[in-house]
């Protein structure tokens, strides 16, 4: 800052007259059109990503009792719901299958036939190339343990048979029509491991959103109960210590050098200060995973009449914004893209 204020007309005021500010930041807010032609940053509809869960075997929706106004869909509700989406403008749409069956491999994340595999080809031929269509790449849906890979003699996930799993999840989610997916798993090398599968199987062009930076946060809490988690432990042995900055450099730089084409941090408000060092950090886009709990929060808060709703909500994705993600994965993404305006 260059403000000299020893120079300015306060400093030189005249012995006891009371010192008027010379400088008023306020000129600027006075009216709506001034605070809309000054403002530095802005939110759109762009920015954001709308997450849709296709459950198997169910024949009406099913609203999730943590995520109120968040429901597992039919195929019937998830094509609406995909249209819906597109027509309130959002940038793009991030699937989630839900299956009847788990198995102790996650059998179902790898079969053409699986249930994120049929989302996909659903949604695509409900919109098309008229957004951006997402596939989640993990087997913790899957797996009847929950956690998010195979199992190693140990009790600990197996890293490298996992990611063996998830580079084939990423073909036959593009070959069901998927523009990106985006590895949620925190195992090493998975980044590296999807592009190669990929390549090989004449996927060149599907996109790479790497979850970089995704910490074993208990703001996943919602979502678990959302994909009927079975999950008994925790993911600390996979995803980061909340306390940690530099690590979260690190795994981005090594997804970047295994060929991502975006990365993420998760989850997003609690995270700022690392979405903020990112940001200044590399050149490509940057997501970042507005989670479920944090979702919830902002909800059951407003529900008692405790926040203001609507305000709380475009002031939470404002500052998500302005911390420096380019996209923004959010549950609220379909009802605020049309009302995002100063
Ligand atoms: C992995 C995955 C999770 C979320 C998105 N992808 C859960 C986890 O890692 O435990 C969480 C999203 C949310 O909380 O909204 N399948």
Do not use: C
Request: hydrophobic share 45%; glycine share 8%.
């Amino acid at each position: 800052m260059n403000l000299n204020l020893n120079n300015s007309a306060d400093a030189i005021a005249a012995p006891g007259t009371s010192r008027l500010p010379l400088h008023r930041p306020r000129r600027l807010r006075r009216t709506p059109a001034l605070r809309r032609l000054t403002a530095e940053t802005q939110v759109s509809a762009n920015n954001l990503i709308m997450p849709l869960f296709l459950r198997e075997g169910i024949s009406e929706p099913r609203e999730i009792p943590s995520m109120p106004g968040v429901f597992q869909h039919t195929r019937e509700s998830l094509r609406k719901a995909a249209a819906e989406a597109v027509a309130a403008g959002v940038g793009g749409l991030m699937l989630f299958g839900i299956p009847l069956h788990k198995d102790p491999t996650g059998s179902g994340a790898v079969d053409p036939e699986g249930i994120l595999q049929t989302a996909l080809r659903e949604v695509v031929a409900e919109v098309g190339d008229s957004t951006v269509v997402i596939g989640d790449i993990n087997l913790d849906e899957y797996t009847d343990h929950g956690h998010t890979g195979v199992l190693g003699a140990d009790g600990d996930v197996d890293n490298d048979a996992s990611i063996r799993l998830y580079a084939q999840a990423a073909v036959v989610q593009a070959d069901a029509g998927a523009h990106i997916v985006a590895p949620s798993g925190m195992m090493d090398g998975q980044v590296g491991h999807i592009r190669a599968a990929l390549d090989a199987a004449g996927h060149q062009t599907v996109a790479i959103l790497g979850y970089s930076a995704k910490y074993a946060s208990h703001f996943y809490g919602p979502f678990r109960d959302a994909v009927e988690s079975s999950l008994k432990g925790n993911r600390k042995t996979y995803q980061q210590y909340p306390g940690n900055i530099r690590e979260s450099l690190r795994e981005v730089d090594l997804d970047l050098a295994e060929g991502a084409d975006m990365v993420m941090v998760k989850p997003a408000l609690p995270y700022l200060d690392i979405l903020r060092m990112i940001a200044d950090h590399v050149d490509v886009p940057i997501a970042a995973y507005q989670v479920s709990g944090e979702y919830s929060m902002i909800e059951a808060a407003a529900a008692r009449g405790w926040l203001a709703r609507e305000e709380s909500i475009i002031e939470a994705l404002t500052s998500i914004h302005r911390a420096g993600a380019s996209m923004i994965i959010s549950y609220w993404a379909t009802e605020f893209a049309p009302r995002l305006s100063i």
